[in-house]
């Protein structure tokens, strides 16, 4: 259901993007405008995601969901009404709320699995919530098709009923994750409280601001802004770039620009198990430093793809940097849940924001004189750089002590898990062999 309903409100976050060519066509929009709206789409996200990470930590990520889900369907479907380029760059703000649907993601799956399978969880259910942004870039512009050739309504009609239709399904989203599923392994928040089982309500606002005095958050924060936050704007003018710089048409422009939306579907995965993995051989600095790497390889594959000038070679080269810059957020995603356990919310509301505000930053370099391709040049410089902050998220010789036995304590139930189903197998292949001795004893020799 998490990875669900985050697909959900990343189909919904981002499903104007697509269709921002019959949008800015029929509100007259100038490049700064479109500029700014892809800000919008992501500034309120940032305050979003620091709140919704405290509300985690209070009332539990199934009620946290639920309500985001239902209110943010509002705004959605509420951006058909707008007939100015205000009152859509308002509806495009509102919007950016559900965003902080990914916190919540992250927060209920790290309070589910355990530390030696924790990063892949987290990467999987965040990975195939991201693919929500690639599938909106063919989707929608076949939603739009439909109300449009199927219908018969006007193109202006056509799109504002395409996000009517998206609004109606995250609501629906919202009262499903209210009755299917639950905050914790042992009950919901609630519950815990009740039986002394969880800290109270009052001791989070405190922990919250300790975590918020740790540099590593705000380490992580900038590395998330240089991966996650470059996902955002890149899902965000795509379909524009390979439109106005490739010379397609605005189905073709929307399925290429699906294609690094599509990679969340095993790259950001592949992030956490190697980060995972990187635990498991070299604890919690093995983890720091597999992000160092994906990240670089984030900056140099960016920087690349932005000298490409055919199709041929622009298509390899955007997958390729997809590949690096999911595994990198699933890599984030797998340190994350070690930096205070105590105010997981906290960490990864901060983190979260970190993203969002990396799309803010590269959003204005969007909106201004400078060509779209040499931005990519720019951030990919940027990226590259950002990818030593890794070598500062250090960790005590204590708490390596401590995760290394957590890790192994998990890795032990998987075993014995592993072991009783082994012994299960064995006890009956040994009873079909004498099953088959008795019923047969002329052969029973031969086995």
Not at 69 to 75: C, E, H, K, M, S
Not at 162 to 191: C, H, R, W
Not at 231 to 238: D, F, G, K
């Amino acid at each position: 259901m998490t990875w669900f309903a985050f697909f959900s409100c990343f189909f919904a976050w981002f499903g104007i993007a697509p269709l921002m060519i019959i949008v800015r066509d029929e509100l007259q929009l100038t490049k700064s405008q479109v500029g700014w709206s892809i800000i919008a789409s992501v500034a309120v996200t940032v305050f979003a995601r620091f709140f919704i990470g405290w509300l985690c930590d209070r009332i539990g990520p199934r009620l946290s969901y639920t309500y985001l889900l239902i209110f943010g369907a509002f705004p959605v479907a509420g951006i058909g009404l707008a007939d100015s380029f205000e009152l859509f760059l308002f509806f495009r703000l509102m919007i950016g709320v559900i965003g902080a649907s990914f916190v919540i993601t992250q927060y209920h799956t790290s309070v589910m699995f355990a530390p030696n399978v924790v990063g892949t969880a987290n990467a999987t259910s965040a990975g195939w919530g991201n693919l929500g942004g690639g599938v909106t870039q063919f989707a929608m512009p076949m939603v739009f098709s439909m109300f449009v050739v199927g219908f018969g309504f006007s193109e202006a009609v056509g799109w504002r009923l395409s996000m009517v239709f998206v609004g109606a399904v995250i609501f629906v989203v919202g009262i499903a994750y209210f009755f299917l599923t639950q905050d914790a392994p042992d009950g919901n928040y609630k519950e815990l409280r009740e039986k002394n089982m969880m800290p109270e309500k009052k001791s989070v606002t405190a922990d919250y601001f300790r975590a918020m005095s740790d540099y590593r958050v705000w380490i992580l924060f900038l590395i998330y802004g240089a991966c996650f936050g470059i996902e955002l704007t890149v899902n965000n003018v795509a379909a524009l770039y390979f439109y106005d710089y490739f010379d397609l048409s605005m189905v073709a422009a929307g399925a290429v620009a699906a294609s690094f939306g599509l990679m969340n579907i095993f790259a950001r995965t592949l992030g956490g198990i190697f980060g995972d993995n990187f635990g498991a051989l070299w604890g919690l600095k093995g983890r720091s430093f597999w992000l160092f790497v994906v990240l670089l390889g984030e900056g140099i594959a960016l920087m690349v793809f932005s000298q490409m000038q055919v199709l041929f070679l622009a298509l390899p080269m955007l997958i390729i940097f997809s590949l690096f810059t999911q595994m990198a957020e699933g890599a984030t995603y797998s340190v994350v849940p070690f930096i205070n356990k105590k105010a997981l919310g906290a960490v990864a509301g901060v983190v979260g924001a970190g993203g969002n505000a990396g799309a803010v930053a590269a959003g204005f370099l969007f909106k201004g004189a400078m060509e779209w391709n040499d931005v990519f040049m720019v951030i990919g410089i940027t990226v590259a750089c950002a990818s030593v902050l890794a070598f500062f998220i250090r960790f005590s010789s204590e708490q390596e002590e401590e995760e290394r036995a957590a890790f192994e304590a998990a890795a032990l139930q998987t075993l014995k898990v592993r072991a009783e189903r082994a012994n299960e197998a064995l006890a009956n292949s040994v009873r079909i062999v004498e099953e088959f001795n008795r019923a047969n004893p002329d052969k029973a020799k031969k086995y």
